[in-house]
């Protein structure tokens, strides 16, 4: 069965304050990891799509990498319109070809 | 774009009622999902469509039921209303790849409160 753990739960962060949030994942066979962001009374929003261990990709302020474990999700300067909950999920190549696992999310607050 | 359009955006229902969330997606996408979330418990799949005509059962199916109606709408019904069942529904379509890379994409989801 694929897992998805992301941490922390929650991360306050200043202005400019660079930080990472984790994902990590146990799956059998990886298809893809994707980066998802969620606002407050809104369907999370697709990010990023990793494929396989050493890739990153980067949009604005955020990058992405990936590992046969874990991905981290590298916030650069952030700023107060970033705040958000992040959610991280994997589609493994067991099973159904169509099914994701998402994590819990991390929700992020940047103040000014 | 419109994307994924899911419709109402807020009921509220008593214990018992039956009540059908609709779901349309205008980029011709094959797949077709519908997910709960709950605080605490992340997004969990109900029920999906890998394509026209067919369904099948996802992680938390019971009490609920679906259709494909066609290739851009996908219902979801619940038809005895239970206090459980106070989540928030997102839909999501995906279009269908050999190598699983595509994205699923959401809409902004219907807020269902039973009381």
């Known amino acids: 069965e694929d897992q998805v753990t992301q941490s922390p739960e929650a991360l306050r962060l200043q202005e400019g304050e660079s930080s990472s949030l984790n994902c990590s994942y146990t799956v059998s066979g990886l298809r893809g990891l994707f980066w998802y962001r969620q606002d407050p009374g809104k369907g999370p929003e697709f990010l990023f799509t990793?494929?396989?261990a050493g890739e990153e990709k980067e949009k604005e302020r955020l990058k992405a990498t990936l590992t046969k474990k874990e991905s981290f999700l590298h916030i650069t300067a952030p700023k107060p319109e970033d705040s958000a909950t992040y959610l991280c999920?994997?589609?493994?190549?067991?099973?159904?070809?169509?099914?994701?696992?998402f994590g819990k999310g991390t929700l992020l607050t940047v103040n000014p | 774009n419109a994307g994924v359009t899911q419709t109402p955006k807020f009921q509220v229902l008593k214990t018992g009622q039956s009540m059908t969330l609709q779901c349309a997606q205008d980029m011709n996408h094959n797949s077709m999902y519908w997910y709960r979330q709950d605080p605490g418990m992340g997004l969990r799949l109900i029920y999906y469509?890998?394509?026209?005509?067919?369904?099948d059962k996802g992680e938390v199916p019971n009490g609920y039921n679906v259709s494909r109606l066609n290739k851009r709408e996908f219902s979801l019904r619940l038809e005895s209303a239970a206090p459980s069942q106070t989540s928030v529904y997102f839909c999501?379509?995906?279009?269908?790849?050999?190598?699983?890379?595509?994205?699923?994409?959401f809409g902004d989801g219907t807020r269902l409160s039973i009381l």
């Open positions: 990793l494929y396989s």
């Open positions: 999501a379509s995906r279009a269908t790849d050999r190598g699983g890379h595509q994205p699923q994409h």
């Open positions: 469509s890998a394509s026209e005509g067919t369904t």
């Open positions: 999920a994997v589609q493994g190549a067991g099973g159904s070809n169509y099914k994701l696992t």
